[in-house]
């Protein structure tokens, strides 16, 4: 499985655009980059998800080079409540084949101040 | 349907007991994970079902762990002569077997958190 890297802490301000960037040097052909967030005491949500290029949601945005080596999750204005632990993972091919369970790192523990 | 439960939400036991640990998951996913987390750290992978069977366990998951999932819908977590190392969150998540966009999204549960004295 391919291991993740990503900062182990991030401060920002209410309002800021936060980019948390994770590299995946051996990032496989068939792998997807996915997002969590999770918060104190709760079970981690997922964010998004993308396999190249850029992915938008409600919430957030993915940004995949071309060699996908790297990401960059990018969360526009930030508020009190986006401090929380976010996790880059990659892995988990699309169908029902090959293996299901998610490979978590330390993550990246982002704390917004007002 | 509002999302994963586990039941309990906290559990405190002495050294050497037994303790059993309950996942109600989504209605109608068929995949089941079990995951601990210890603090500081991301959540660890322990073992996954497929409707009622195991289809991988961790190295993590010694002899004295033993998941269940006897209908396909509910599962179990038991923790035999319980060590003070097995203080942890246990998570639970639940995905269905076709996702048709995300394939890595998973949903958990709130965690049932183990104190062992």
């Known amino acids: 499985l391919a291991k993740t890297t990503q900062p182990i802490s991030m401060d920002s301000y209410e309002g800021q655009e936060v980019n948390i960037t994770c590299s995946h040097n051996n990032i496989a052909t068939n792998d997807y980059i996915t997002w969590y967030q999770q918060f104190p005491s709760q079970g981690p949500r997922f964010i998004i998800q993308?396999?190249?290029t850029k992915v938008t949601n409600e919430v957030a945005s993915l940004f995949i080079p071309a060699d996908r080596k790297s990401s960059t999750l990018s969360l526009p204005r930030v508020s009190l409540s986006d401090t929380a632990v976010y996790y880059c993972l990659v892995g988990g091919p699309k169908g029902d084949t090959g293996r299901r369970a998610l490979t978590f790192g330390s993550g990246t523990r982002l704390q917004v101040q007002p | 349907d509002t999302g994963v439960s586990q039941d309990p939400r906290h559990k405190i036991t002495k050294r050497g007991q037994n303790v059993t640990f309950r996942c109600d998951p989504i209605?109608?996913?068929?995949?089941l994970y079990w995951y601990r987390q210890t603090l500081g750290q991301g959540p660890e992978f322990l073992t996954y079902?497929?409707?009622?069977?195991?289809?991988?366990k961790s190295r993590l998951l010694s002899d004295r762990f033993s998941a269940e999932r006897p209908k396909g819908s509910f599962s179990t977590l038991e923790i035999q002569r319980t060590e003070q190392g097995d203080s942890a969150m246990y998570l639970c998540?639940?995905?269905?077997?076709?996702?048709?966009?995300?394939?890595?999204?998973?949903?958990f549960g709130p965690g049932t958190r183990l104190t062992v004295l």
């Open positions: 079902f497929q409707n009622e069977a195991q289809l991988e």
């Open positions: 209605s109608e996913h068929n995949r």
């Open positions: 993308g396999y190249k």
């Open positions: 998540a639940s995905s269905p077997s076709r996702t048709s966009g995300s394939s890595n999204e998973q949903f």
